[in-house]
Structure formats: structure tokens, C-alpha cells
């Protein structure tokens, strides 16, 4: 379980801090080759609850801003524990960042270790906030980080937002991804997709690959990165 007592953080957020119980596991993504890994995705794991109980528990109280700290304090170190070497994604709520006290603990809490390794994922919900993404992307863009849209296709993530945000990486929601070696439908507009993103200079993963076929199929039109049940499940 991830332990938050020592962090160099203020009183107020440690004590919201010691009030999780949570752990962090790690789901791949992968190069077209389907066995070099890019990075790892930190994804949390309440102990007492499901991350979609305790998501909406903390919505319900304002209370999103713990999560956040947790998830980048947290998952960071469960990353270094594991001795991975490539970069790390890390799910990061659209309507919140760190306080510039918080993010100034955490780069030197970590230090240069985080430099070019670290992929911060905004979510396809609750809500946007342009002010916060855009300390988000200083902070990011200051240590040579990534910037990545989760989720496109649902949620609020879409073709308006993704002008605005200008992310390195766009991730495919699964509802694009399910059935596309067979779905006409489906492959005309990934096809466009990854075109259109591709001209701006945006990486594109496809997510929630379950089925070869699908992944075929996604090599064939040129998505640059893959993360599904079918190549690795979180462990």
C-alpha cells in the first residue's frame, strides 16, 4: 500500500492523504511490435472500494484535489519501487492540478528522475478547466514531459478540446476501438483520426484492445501506440 506520511507537503493535505487506502498497478503500452513497452500506465486501486465508488465520493465532497496529489505522489513512487525504465502515465483530473507549492514538492521530492518520463493523461471527465491545463502544460513542458488526451470519443474529450489543449498524445477510447477489423463504420473514422492527428504531430494509442484482429487491423492504418487485455492486463 502506498504511504503518504512523509511526503513535504502542508498539514491540511497530509491528513486528507492518510485517509486513503489505495495501492497502484500498471497496464503497458505498447510499440507496434506488441512486445516493446513505452510506458506504463499507473492506475489506482482503492483497498476498500472501486476507483469509480471513491471518484465520486471525492467529487461529492470537492474533494478531487486529494486525489489528484495522491495520484502523482502515489503512483510516482509505486513506479520507482517497480525499477521500470521507460516513461509513465499517470491519470490526471481536467478540472484540477497541483497547487504551485504541491507541484515545487513534487519536482524536488523527485528530482531530475521525472524529466522526460512522465506522460500526465487528462481525463474524459468531470469536467475542463483551462486555466488549470494550462499551468499543467508550463509545468509539464518545463521537466520535457508529455501531455496526453485520455479517452477520445467519450466524455469531453473531442476534436474542439484536442485543438486546445494541443497535446504529444491522443488515446482512442475503446467504443472507437471494438470490432474495427469488421466495422466499416468505425474504420473510416479512426482512419481519419489518426490522419488528422498525425498532421499535427500527435502520437495516437489505440486503447482497449482485446481481439488480434483488432490489433491487425490498427498496425495497418498506422496507430503508433497499443495498450488492451490483448497485449497485457494492469497487474
Known amino acids: 500500500m502506498i504511504y503518504y506520511d512523509h511526503l513535504p507537503l502542508d ?23 506488441g512486445k516493446t513497452v513505452y510506458a506504463w500506465e499507473a492506475l489506482m ?4 472500494m472501486t476507483v469509480t465508488d471513491l471518484i465520486a465520493e471525492y467529487s ?8 489528484e496529489v495522491a495520484t502523482f505522489f502515489g503512483a510516482m513512487q ?9 516513461k509513465v502515465a499517470i491519470n490526471s483530473f481536467p478540472c484540477d492540478c497541483m497547487k504551485p507549492e504541491e507541484a515545487d514538492a513534487f519536482l524536488d521530492y523527485f528530482g531530475e528522475d521525472i524529466r522526460g518520463r512522465m506522460i500526465i493523461e487528462s481525463l474524459e471527465y468531470p469536467s475542463f478547466s483551462p486555466e488549470h491545463w494550462k499551468e499543467k502544460n508550463r509545468s509539464v513542458r518545463y521537466m520535457d514531459n508529455m501531455l496526453a488526451a485520455d479517452d477520445f470519443g467519450t466524455g469531453i ?4 478540446l484536442i485543438e486546445f489543449m494541443s497535446p504529444h498524445i491522443v488515446k482512442l477510447d475503446r467504443e472507437l476501438i471494438s470490432g474495427i477489423d469488421h466495422i ?4 473510416e473514422n479512426v482512419e481519419k483520426l489518426v490522419l488528422l492527428f498525425h498532421a499535427k504531430n500527435i502520437l495516437v494509442v489505440a486503447e ?3 481481439e488480434k484482429e483488432e490489433f491487425d487491423y490498427l498496425i495497418g492504418i498506422g496507430v503508433d501506440l497499443f495498450q488492451g487485455y490483448y497485449l497485457a492486463r494492469p497487474a
Open 45 to 48: 486501486r482503492p483497498l476498500d
Open 184 to 187: 466499416r463504420e468505425k474504420q
Open 157 to 160: 474529450n473531442d476534436l474542439e
Open 208 to 210: 482497449g484492445i482485446e
Open 78 to 86: 509505486a513506479f520507482f519501487l517497480r525499477g521500470y525504465e521507460q
Open 60 to 67: 461529492k465532497t470537492d474533494k478531487l484535489h486529494v486525489l
Open 11 to 33: 498539514e491540511d493535505i497530509m491528513k486528507a492523504l492518510r485517509e486513503l487506502s489505495i495501492n497502484y498497478v500498471f497496464q503497458p503500452i505498447f510499440l507496434p511490435d
